[in-house]
Nanobody
Framework: QVQLVEAGGGLVQAGGSLRLSCAAS????????MNWYRQAPGKQRELVAA???????NYADSVKGRFTISMDNAKNTVYLQMTSLKPEDTAVYYC?????????WGQGTQVTVSS
């Protein structure tokens, strides 16, 4: 089983930056990709960014050019660098580890962007 621990959320002013991290432990060999999702109050959870084991990345249109997902294989950690933050980026951010048949979720970290 994979365990995920997220960190890095907080309160930031619009235009600011934050970096989220997601450290994986356990059966990390079973992970094919790592994704970041977010869920704002009253809204559905949405995919923000994704990275495969091969390093291929994908982003939601709303964050392209502002967010960067990266993976440090030595530390088994995935990062989400967020810049030019907007109030509409306010949400709980979750990382997820995608295996062949299962998805493991982190506990979530709150990001609040004030205007």
């Amino acid at each position: 089983q994979v365990q995920l621990v997220e960190a890095g959320g907080g309160l930031v002013q619009a235009g600011g930056s934050l970096r989220l991290s997601c450290a994986a432990s356990g059966s990390i060999f079973s992970i094919n990709a790592m994704n970041w999702y977010r869920q704002a109050p009253g809204k559905q959870r949405e995919l923000v960014a994704a990275i495969t084991n091969g390093g291929r990345t994908n982003y939601a249109d709303s964050v392209k050019g502002r967010f960067t997902i990266s993976m440090d294989n030595a530390k088994n950690t995935v990062y989400l660098q967020m810049t030019s933050l907007k109030p509409e980026d306010t949400a709980v951010y979750y990382c997820a580890a995608l295996g062949v048949v299962t998805t493991v979720w982190g506990q979530g970290t709150q990001v609040t962007v004030s205007s």
